[in-house]
Each structure stands twice: as C-alpha cells, then as structure tokens.
C-alpha cells in the first residue's frame, strides 16, 4: 500500500544543465523521516559530498513539504528550507508558513532539490507534477512583493512563489526565502545558498488537492481538536488569534526573555516596551492574515503613516519587535515596522538584520566605529533614523549598513576589526533569537546543541520553561528551572516531539496549542500509518541523530566547541530586572541532554547502539567504522 | 489608595480590551484582588484553586518582581504600577 498524504514525487534540478529528474523515496522512507527537514536530512547526508562549501554549486538546496502539508490537519501548511548553512557551516534549515508549502503539494510535489549554479538568473516552475527551469531575467532585481505580484500576473492569483529579493541576488548571508510577500524562512543563511545559485523563484502553480488515506477521520480529529482551541481561556489560542506574537513583547522585556540592548539591558533600560507590544501594534493592523487554512490566523497587515515613515506591509512578529526594538532600545514602532518591510521586500531575516544593527549601534557607543564609518549616521542606542537608514543599507547593498554589515555580525566583525567582538553576540555565526537563557536556561542548551546553533523554533527543555509546550504531551515539567541537573531527559523528549512536528509540516504555534496525541492522529489518517506518541519520539529521534550526524560528518561538531557570547549566558550576571544575579551553565544541561539523546556526552556523536536502533546503520558505519 | 495593574493582552477581552485597570488596596494583594472584583472573570485566571497565584504567572511592582519583595503582602502607594505577565514566552 503506497503512504497517503505525499505524493512520492521529488524533483532534482539541475542548475548547471537544467535537466530534471524525478523520485518517489518510497514508502519506508516516508514513514521514517516524514518529510521537511526529516526527508531532507535523509536527501542531503546520502547524496551531499561531505566537506562541500556550503556555497559550492554541487551543496544541495532542498525545499520540502510535509505529510500534513496541504491537509487537514490544523496548521499543516509549512515548508522547510534544507542545505548546508554558509554561516554557520553546519545543518540548516528554514521553516515557513504562507501559501506556498499547500500550493507546492498541490502542484504535484513533496519536495524539490537543487544542485549546481545557473549561468543567468532562472525561476523555476512546477505545475502538474513537472518542473521546467525558465529565465528569469525580468524578474532579477525585482523586491519580494514585485516578484510575487508579477508571477501572478504571469501564472494567476493561485500561483505561489518562494523566492528571495535583492538581499539574496547579492548573496548576502542576511538572505531569507520569502513568500506571501512576508513569510520568511530566514534562519541558516539558505537565501545566501539560492542566490549563489541564481534561483529568484520557485513558482508553485497548484491543481489538484493532496489525497489522504482517512479524509473523514483526520476531519474529525480536526474538529475535536478545534473545540478545544475554543474552549474559553485557553491562553495560547488567545494569544495567537487576537494579536500573533506581538502580544508577548512587553510581558517578554519586562521579564527578562527579550535581550534588551544587545543583551546587556534590563527593563530599566528600556521601560517604554508596551510602545512597539500588544495594543499598540494591533492598532495598526489594517486585517488579519493567517497561514493556508490556519484557525489561529496569528498574522497582520499593518498600516502606519507617521512622519517620515508611511509604509503597509505584514505586521512585525515578536522577534522583529525585539531584535529592532528592545535590542536597540528603539520604542518607535513605525520605525520597526518599517524596517520589517525593508526585511521583507529585500528578503533580509529580520533576527539577523536587527541583532546586527544592535551590534553595530554598541560598536558605536564604545567608539569602535565612528561617524566617519558609518558615512555620516549616528548609530547611537534607539536612534530609530538611523536604524532605519542603516537597515535600507542592508536592504540594497549600499553605504556601511551593506558594506559592512550585510552579511551579518560574524562577518562584520572580520571587516571592523577583533575589538568589535566585544558586541559579538552570535553562535557559531548565527546571530542569536529573542530568547534570553537567563530567563529560559535550557535555550542556552539549545542554541549550542542542535544542529542548527543559535535557534528559537529547535524545541527543547526551554519549551518546558517558557510554557509552549502543547497540551498532553506526557512529559512532567523539571521542577525548577535553574537546577542544571537532571534536565536532558526532558529536553530530549521535547526536542524529539519537535523533530517530528517539523518534518510533518506544522507549525509550532499551532502546535501549543493542539493537544499533542492529535498530532500522531493527524499523521495515522493521513498517511494510512499507525503513528503513536512512542512512533513519534522514534522518529524524531531518528531525525535528530541524522542532523547531528550531518554535522559530525562536515567535521564541524563538537557541540562543546561552540561557545555561546559569555554575556548571553549571564556572565557577568545583570544588576537588575527580574533575571539580576543569573549566570547559565548551560554545559550541564548540554551534557546531560546528549547523554539522553544516546549521543555522547563530551562530542555530541550518537552512538553505534543508538544509531542502529534507529536504522541509521549506514550513518553509524560513517561515524564508528 | 489607587494603583494601576496592566493586565497581560489576552486576558483584555474581559476587561473591555482595557490594558490597565484601576484599583484599590494598601497591598499588591488587595489591588489584585479589587481587580477581581470590578472583573469577576479574571479570578480563576488569577488565583489557582488554592487561592495563591496561578502558576506560571508573574506579578511586577515598578518593574520588580513581588517574589523579590514580600509577595502579594508587598505595600504599595498610590500611583504604583503592577503588571502581570503570563509565563508563555514563545514566538
Ligand atoms: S499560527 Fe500563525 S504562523 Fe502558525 S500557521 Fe497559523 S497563522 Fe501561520
């Protein structure tokens, strides 16, 4: 019996040639590794030469969907980013929303993977199950919203399109994947991976729904699932539906979880928060905007017209909020949400574009940079023209904000000089999310121990923490969060739910909400294959032991090896606010985490046993010999 | 004495989608509690069945937790500012 819920059809470009290949994984494959990052792992570690440049034509790109893509299930709309990451030289990946992942299904694939580099800038198009590589010579130089807006007057209103803007034309490593004019899969450099391969766009023409094994019991599981969403004071549901994540913002500063002046402040630096949080942003929201089906529909369309900044785009999410808000002590939301536009029309990360100008600004400060090398800008704490101006910079390649900071602290850092490594607040490269360890210890763990360093979407003890883990799933809470012991068997159990959330194609929003025994329903029905909760934390074990794999494989992974900013992890300790006198060890944690996950505990390498358990033999093979 | 209490976004719809709501008490306790009282339907999102707290809520006086001063005991003077804060932190 063929697996339900995918269309076992991946498609393999070939940029250098242009030639197409297609391939059904075959159902073992499916069941495995589900799809996303799972089937992509999969993809990348068996045909991916190891050591690759992550920027070399051979490096793989891969976009998947999920099993629940395109189905019934609540919030089963995502796609995943897949490819070696150029900043961080590890695993990466990128998780969106939008219209995009239904509309690639619905087209006709699971997934599709690029290898080799255009000559000339091409867009690929994917209608009925085929693959055709087009020029895209009109489309190159135009923003993300030109793009979209012109592919659909050239395929129609249905046609969805992931693409990246001039950010990722430059192959900037700020680059993002952008869809719906504003959905970004942003994190992991892989907008810098498209661009070096001269791909503006995949357009995704959709014609037939995706088929499922049970449609009427994954209905069901559907509406059982959203009678519980609306059942009064569930305050994630209200969270979600009545502002998006912008509702945490000022709750977030004022307890220490947003880092506030590139992670050196408290919220006496920056009592001014509920400026750019909730209410306040709400205000500008001109319509809601949710995910394909999603009953959450956490998104916005704002309008804001004050003074010098009049602009109508996407609202800004809770990390934009912090990253070019609390992290630049800027309280001046039109400013914000006019750099979140900058971000989206030039296919920028809003997380790494916002750390970066608060680096820049704490290198000012210091007088590390002056106004001779910003080219005249004041780069002082909350001067919001100047953050604004510096983010344009970014946006178009121009000036210090693009010669300089475009590609990102890491490497700004290499063209100021080691005394800016002080304001250096990244891991492994990746410039770090608006979760402060302080406050939530186990990210200090997760930044450091997932394949993919400094992350917000990995799941792990932090979730726990941070109250966002869903409903029911059957993991007692770690009694006090400051007590590093004893915290791996929960932060593995999360990170392995997380795995397998990822790969299915949901969304973790959506994903606090629904109960977690819904999940494996979702996946049993749709696919025609018994999941369960204990199949589940065997997947996603399954997949976590591959992306770690991937990296020990690159030559890159020692989890020990990537140190997190000494500041970040509270040393020295904050004077005031509610996280004063922390210090992490998030070692313990990391340690324990490892030795939970079968992997070991001073290398992060999973072991023979645990690799073969998993059916990873021919990982353990490269790994032990 | 009157104080204002900032309630968390998503608790706003009982509150008429009012961010801050006046209150009364010599206390953090007691101007949580007149809280309740102008709007009944924050009590069980307030206090847990015990009557403390909930768990996974934070109460902040000017800026500081009560847990670093006396609790819901903590005094409070006129024009103070409480804010509670729901633990969710994702996003
Ligand atoms: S919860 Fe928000 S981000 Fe997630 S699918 Fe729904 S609308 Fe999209």
Not at chain 1, 320 to 329: D, E, H, I, N
């Amino acid at each position: 019996m063929a697996i339900k819920g995918v269309l076992h059809r991946l498609a393999f470009v070939d940029l250098n040639t242009g030639t197409v290949t297609y391939e059904d994984p075959g159902d073992e494959l499916y069941e495995k590794y589900l799809g996303g990052y799972g089937l992509g792992a999969y993809m990348l570690y068996t045909r991916q030469k190891p050591g690759l440049d992550a920027l070399a034509p051979e490096a793989m790109l891969g976009l998947l969907t999920g099993p629940l893509t395109g189905t019934d299930a609540i919030t089963g709309n995502r796609f995943i980013a897949v490819g070696k990451s150029p900043k961080t030289g590890t695993w990466g990946d990128a998780n969106c929303g939008g219209y995009f992942g239904p509309a690639l299904k619905e087209a006709g694939l699971d997934g599709v993977f690029f290898t080799g580099a255009a000559k000339d800038p091409v867009y690929v198009l994917v209608q009925n199950g085929e693959v055709t590589v087009e020029c895209a010579a009109d489309y190159w130089g135009l923003d993300s919203v030109e793009t979209e807006a012109k592919f659909q007057a050239a395929y129609g209103k249905r046609a969805r399109v992931a693409c990246i803007g001039p950010s990722g034309e430059r192959v900037s490593a700020l680059a993002a994947i952008i869809n719906d004019g504003g959905r970004a899969a942003g994190r992991s450099g892989l907008g810098m991976v498209m661009g070096s391969k001269k791909l503006k766009a995949v357009v995704a023409v959709p014609s037939s729904p995706v088929e499922v094994a049970d449609a009427d019991a994954l209905k069901a599981v559907r509406q059982r699932v959203l009678g519980e969403y609306y059942k009064a004071g569930n305050p994630a549901y209200e969270l979600f539906s009545s502002y998006g994540t912008c509702g945490i913002t000022a709750g977030s500063v004022q307890k220490g979880d947003a880092p506030i002046k590139n992670w050196s402040g408290t919220v006496h630096d920056f009592p001014t928060a509920e400026k750019i949080s909730d209410d306040a942003v709400i205000a500008t929201q001109t319509r809601k905007y949710g995910c394909w089906r999603c009953p959450l529909a956490c998104g916005g369309h704002v309008k804001v017209a004050e003074g010098a900044y009049e602009v109508e785009g996407h609202k800004p999410e809770y990390e934009t909020l912090a990253a070019f808000g609390a992290m630049c002590l800027n309280d001046n939301l039109a400013s914000i949400t006019v750099c979140n536009d900058i971000c989206n029309r030039m296919g920028m990360d809003t997380i790494s574009a916002g750390c970066t100008v608060a680096f820049a600004i704490e290198c000012y400060e210091r007088g590390i940079i002056t106004k001779e090398d910003t080219g005249g800008l004041e780069l002082t704490w909350g001067n919001h023209e100047a953050i604004v101006k510096v983010t344009e910079q970014m946006g178009d390649g121009t000036g210090f904000g693009g010669i300089v900071l475009g590609d990102g602290i890491k490497t700004a850092v290499g063209r100021i000089g080691p005394e800016a490594e002080v304001a250096a607040m990244h891991c492994a490269g990746e410039e770090l999310p608006m979760h402060d360890p302080r406050c939530s210890p186990g990210i200090g763990a997760s930044f450091v121990i997932d394949a993919t360093p400094g992350r917000h979407t990995q799941y792990g003890s932090w979730l726990d923490e941070a109250a966002f883990l869903p409903p029911d799933l059957g993991q007692p809470l770690h009694a006090d969060k400051y007590v590093y012991n004893g915290k791996g068997e929960n932060g593995a159990y999360v990170s392995r739910w997380g795995h397998v959330v990822n790969a299915s194609g949901l969304c973790m929003f959506g994903c606090t909400v629904t109960p977690a025994p819904a999940v494996p329903e979702f996946l049993t029905h749709a696919m025609g294959v018994e999941y369960t909760m204990d199949k589940v934390q065997e997947v996603g074990g399954r997949i976590g032991a591959l992306r770690m794999a991937f990296n020990i494989r690159e030559g890159v992974r020692n989890p020990l090896d990537f140190k997190l900013p000494r500041r970040v992890l509270g040393d020295p300790p904050l004077e005031q606010g509610d996280t004063a006198g922390v210090t992490v060890d998030n070692i313990v944690e990391i340690k324990d985490y490892c030795a939970a996950m079968g992997w070991d505990p001073e290398t992060g390498v999973p072991s023979r046993e645990t690799l073969e358990g998993y059916d990873l033999g021919f990982v353990a093979k490269d790994l032990h010999g | 004495m009157s104080v204002t209490v900032r309630v968390p976004p998503y608790w706003r719809r009982h509150t008429g989608r009012r961010a801050d709501v006046s209150a009364e008490g010599a206390t953090v306790g007691e101007a949580l509690a007149d809280v309740v009282r102008q709007h009944p339907e924050l009590g069980p999102l307030l206090y847990g069945d015990d009557g403390e707290l909930a768990a996974g809520l934070s109460v902040f006086l000017n800026r500081e937790s009560i847990t670093r001063r006396d609790g819901e005991r903590t005094p409070v003077s006129p024009g103070d500012s409480l804010m509670v804060v729901l633990a969710i932190a994702g996003g």
